[in-house]
């Protein structure tokens, strides 16, 4: 399997702009997650979907963050307007059925908002 | 709300030794599972060991044991005979029991930085 995919892995914007991330799970997993890196929070979970149903969103910072999850191979996370504090490290994950189930990460995407 | 605390910003050994993380979480729960992750400079998280908060025994995963005293709410983990390639941040992370038919969040500590000395 190729692992739970995202692109860009690289995001440089200017403030303002429209951000969009995007995110490919593990075919078969049935949980998404977004979550945020930065040295100063650490990992923050911004929101999550079981089976395309968005679970929690108490994460997203602000209502500029929107997230979204069509069809379950699928997911995105906007950011609109971006604004430089955003900079971070957006992570996706994803696990399959069963509360004990590891998450299984992609390998980032790095937002730069100057 | 889970918190988890990793009291230990950053750590240095020699390559060979055994190195001890610790970790420390508050919860209510009484059903959930704890986790190591490893990320890399690549930043890539790796699954390091996951433990069962149900299973009274210990966790192992080669050169990877924990430690785990539930009732103390302590989740460390030994890493015997260090490598170099053992160089990375160490997350500890906690995930409460869903009964939904998915998965809950992890919930992540700060960190440990961990450098191996050659």
């Known amino acids: 399997d190729a692992g739970v995919i995202q692109s860009p892995r690289h995001e440089v914007t200017e403030m303002g702009q429209e951000v969009t991330l995007r995110c490919k799970p593990i075919s078969g997993h049935n949980s998404l997650f977004w979550y945020r890196q930065t040295m100063m929070r650490g990992l923050e979970l911004l929101i999550y979907?079981?089976?395309?149903?968005?679970?929690?969103d108490s994460g997203m910072p602000e209502d500029r963050f929107s997230a979204k999850m069509p069809n379950a191979s699928f997911s995105t996370l906007k950011i609109q307007p971006s604004e430089p504090r955003d900079s971070a490290v957006y992570f996706c994950?994803?696990?399959?059925?069963?509360?004990?189930?590891?998450?299984?990460f992609g390998n980032g995407t790095r937002l730069t908002v100057t | 709300a889970q918190t988890v605390t990793q009291s230990q910003p950053e750590m240095s050994v020699q390559e060979a030794e055994t190195v001890t993380l610790s970790c420390t979480y508050d919860t209510s729960e009484n059903n959930y599972y704890l986790f190591w992750y490893k990320q890399p400079p690549s930043r890539q998280m790796i699954l390091v060991i996951r433990q069962e908060a149900y299973k009274q025994q210990n966790a192992t995963e080669n050169r990877f044991s924990v430690n785990f005293q539930k009732a103390a709410k302590s989740f460390s983990l030994k890493i015997s005979d260090s490598q170099l390639g053992d160089t990375a941040m160490y997350f500890c992370?906690?995930?409460?029991?869903w009964g939904g038919g998915g998965a809950d969040g992890l919930t992540f500590g700060k960190g440990t930085h961990l450098i191996i000395q050659p």
């Open positions: 979907f079981n089976n395309n149903v968005p679970i929690d």
């Open positions: 994950a994803s696990s399959s059925q069963g509360a004990n189930s590891p998450l299984h």
């Open positions: 992370a906690f995930m409460k029991q």
